[in-house]
């Protein structure tokens, strides 16, 4: 396994979960990275992304000020901190470069209950 999310779980609306992506395979540290999620019935989309250090970030408009993403590169290790989730957010949450270069992993599951 080369990008390994992991994290997610069942929180209440209003909580928080913080997600991890580690990148095995790859030169982690030379890349942009970003988060995506996909709900059900409906298509991917991007969440988050951050270029080789912190200086570079966009965000959706949709987690913009809920959400922070952050990377470790000494780790090979890239960050989701989610925090006021909503139902809305429920999704299986991803990890990839920005053009979704490297083979999808299995995600990681965030369910949100209202």
């Known amino acids: 396994v080369q990008l390994q999310a992991s994290g997610g779980g069942l929180v209440q609306a209003g909580g928080s979960l913080r997600l991890s992506c580690e990148d095995s395979?790859?030169?982690?540290?030379?890349?942009?990275m970003g988060w995506f999620r996909q709900a059900p019935g409906k298509e991917r989309e991007f969440v988050a992304v951050?270029?080789?250090?912190?200086?570079?970030?966009i965000y959706a408009d949709s987690v913009k000020g809920r959400f922070t993403i952050s990377r470790d590169n000494a780790k090979n290790t890239m960050y989701l901190e989610m925090n006021a989730l909503q139902p809305e957010d429920t999704a299986v949450y991803y990890c990839n470069r920005p053009d979704g270069t490297y083979t999808w992993g299995q995600g990681t599951q965030v369910t949100v209950s209202s």
């Open positions: 951050i270029g080789v250090s912190d200086d570079f970030i």
């Open positions: 395979g790859h030169t982690f540290s030379n890349y942009m």
